[in-house]
């Protein structure tokens, strides 16, 4: 490969690491135009930070942009000697079908200002940054970035239906156009719209795999969509078919003896004074033993699934009377205070 070649590339890389620098380039993109600047190295075999090819290759203190001016003012001078030349009719026709600015010069000057409203987002002017874009956009309202770009300084300013809006035109303009769908996606995402940011982001994703900004604000969205979802967490209500067990817990023994036949297992549970009762009986060392009797426990089961005969059983006295007995006398059933 010529010199003349590795020449050139040099000053490329050059140039796109001096437009990072000074703010020419957004941050947003720098990371892409690093891996340019790698990659254009690589090919034409220069190191931009090798200090012998910077010696060998560096075209400074010229630079690109210095060169591509000279370029153009003696193509401007070629272009007004031609016009010169030619016959005065033909001069006459040429000029009143290019009178005005030209298209490229149009879109050139519609760079400057989106060059400069990148630099206003570096500097936090969010507000002079979206008059600049405006105006760019005013010059070349076919360009996508443009609107990308005033979505992201919209966002930054919390104008965020204004920030969808653009971003939508972004889209519109050019459908595979990933940032559009990233600048969407923040402007949803900050407006509460967690599923349209979410879509917004997969589309974007389908484009670009590996966006970064898209994955992490898809993953914003659909944690808030499940945190919405879920429902309030409840405390479980103690009922016969959820039993409490562990020791020395309310209701510790009663585990074992199934249904109760149609009472509210569940009332009872709740009144403090029924609680001591059973507490107090449990720490009864004959109650111990009794349920720990297997005629015992059938015994109990079969009652307990019979609503009529556990209501005999409590309203038969000498069953409360052996009950304070088993207690040791702290209370017994006459002493349980109903609950209001």
Same mark, same amino acid.
């Given at each position: ?11 490329i890389?050059?140039f ?5 620098a ?9 990371e892409g135009i690093e891996?340019?600047?790698q ?7 220069v190191?931009p930070?090798?200090e012998k090819h ?8 010229a630079?690109?942009p210095k060169?591509f001016?000279v370029f153009?003012?003696?193509q ?6 031609n016009? /010169?030349a $030619?016959? %005065?009719p033909e =001069?006459? !026709?040429?000029t009143?079908v290019n009178?005005?600015?030209?298209a490229? &010069? ?11 409203g990148n ?6 002017q969010y507000a002079?940054a979206i008059k600049l874009y405006s105006?760019a956009?005013?010059?070349?309202a076919?360009n996508?970035v ?6 992201a300084?919209?966002?930054?300013a919390t104008k965020? /239906?204004q $920030?969808v %809006?653009?971003a =939508?035109? !972004? ?5 595979t156009?990933?940032?559009?769908? &990233?600048?969407?996606g923040?402007?949803?995402f900050?407006?509460?719209?967690y599923?349209?940011a979410s879509d917004a ?5 389908k484009?670009e795999p590996g ?5 992490s604000?898809?993953a914003?969205?659909?944690q808030?969509l499940?945190?919405?979802s ?6 479980p209500?103690?009922t ?11 209701g ?7 249904g109760?036949?149609?009472l509210?297992l569940?009332s009872?549970?709740?009144n403090p004074?029924?609680?001591q009762?059973?507490?107090s009986?449990m720490s009864n060392?004959?109650?111990s ?7 015992m426990?059938?015994?109990a089961?079969s009652m307990?699934?019979d ?9 038969n006295p000498e069953i409360?009377?052996?009950a304070?007995?088993m207690?040791g006398?702290?209370?017994?059933a006459?002493?349980v205070e109903?609950?209001p």
């Open positions: 490969m010529s010199d003349a070649n590795k020449r050139l590339a040099f000053a890389t050059e796109l690491a001096d437009s990072i000074n703010g020419t380039i957004n941050k947003d993109d720098a891996v340019a600047i990659c254009i190295g690589e090919a034409f075999g190191d930070s090798d910077k010696s060998q290759f560096s075209i400074k203190p630079t690109l060169i001016d153009l003012t003696t401007q001078k070629a272009a007004s000697s016009q /010169e $030619a016959p %005065a =001069k006459a !026709a040429h009143s009178s005005g600015p030209s490229d &010069s149009i879109k050139a000057k519609a760079e400057d200002l989106k060059a400069a630099k206003e987002m570096a500097n936090k002079q105006e956009i005013e010059l070349n076919e996508p443009y609107y990308a770009n005033r979505a300084a919209y966002t930054q965020y /239906e $920030a %809006a653009d =939508k035109k !972004a889209v519109e303009i050019d459908p156009y990933g940032k559009a769908f &990233s600048r969407l923040q402007a949803y900050c407006l509460g719209k599923q349209e982001c997969e589309s974007g994703l484009l966006n970064a900004a898209l994955k604000t898809k914003a969205a659909e808030r499940n945190e919405a879920e429902p309030a967490a409840s405390a209500r103690a016969s078919a959820t039993p409490r067990s562990g020791g020395g817990a309310p510790a023994g009663f585990s074992g003896l199934g109760l036949g149609g509210d569940g009872m549970m709740s004074n029924f609680m009762m059973a507490q009986m060392p004959a109650m033993s009794m349920l720990q009797n297997p005629a426990m059938q015994m089961q307990m699934s609503p009529d005969a556990m209501r005999n059983m409590m309203n409360a009377r052996m304070q007995s207690m006398g702290q209370g017994g006459g002493g109903e609950a």
